[in-house]
Nanobody, 129 residues
């Protein structure tokens, strides 16, 4: 079974940093070997649609970000520890949301909700001004 467990969320001041981590089960390695699959971070703010924030493609580790995250967030995979990380710098109040770790297929369209296969439980990030 695939298990995803996020941690690292919490309150932070505007302009601050947080590092999210997602512990993944062994089975995730099987997906991560294949270029058509990806690991990603999504988020959902109250009253808003869930959106993809950053992804890392299986097979070659190619990364992609939504425009608002470029230059501020960094996604990475530590294969030895079996974790997915999201380093978030220069945080803004609009980054406040529940952040989810996911495994998905069809990496060319990683931000589409329909391509997500597995979701974690989420971790809350609150950025105050």
């Amino acid at each position: 079974q695939v298990h995803l467990m996020e941690s690292g969320g919490g309150p932070v001041q505007d302009g601050g940093s947080l590092r999210l981590s997602c512990a993944t089960s062994d089975e995730v390695d099987n997906f991560y070997r294949l270029i058509n699959f990806y690991l990603a971070w999504f988020r959902q703010a109250p009253g808003k649609a869930r959106e993809g924030v950053a992804s890392i493609r299986g097979g070659d580790g190619r990364t992609d970000y939504i425009d608002s995250a470029k230059g501020r967030f960094t996604i990475s995979r530590d294969s030895g520890k079996r974790t997915l990380e999201l380093q978030m710098n220069s945080l803004r109040p609009e980054d406040s949301a529940t952040y989810y770790c996911v495994v998905g297929r069809n990496s060319a369209s990683w931000s589409e909700l329909s391509n997500v296969l597995y979701w974690g439980q989420g971790t809350q990030v609150t950025v105050s001004s």
